[in-house]
């Protein structure tokens, strides 16, 4: 299954949450998106971000190394 048929595969809001969060990553030309452990994971030299769809509408953008990142916006939870 390709990252764009799990896509398809879901209906509604979730689908175009996962379809915007899908084009934006692959904007840039250096990151590449595959199915691991049954969801879309986006890797450049290791992982970058998974995307998990939740129960709900909703969708999880997870950062694998999310600790490292700066927060001084305070916009990551």
Request: hydrophobic content about 40%.
């Amino acid at each position: 299954m390709t990252v764009e048929d799990f896509i398809l595969d879901k209906e509604g809001q979730q689908q175009s949450i996962l379809q915007y969060l899908h084009e934006l990553l692959l904007m840039h030309p250096e990151i590449d998106a595959k199915i691991s452990y049954r969801i879309p994971f986006y890797y450049r030299k290791s992982w970058i971000c998974y995307l998990n769809p939740l129960k709900k509408d909703g969708v999880e953008m997870v950062f694998t190394r999310g600790n490292e990142l700066s927060n001084t916006q305070c916009i990551l939870i």
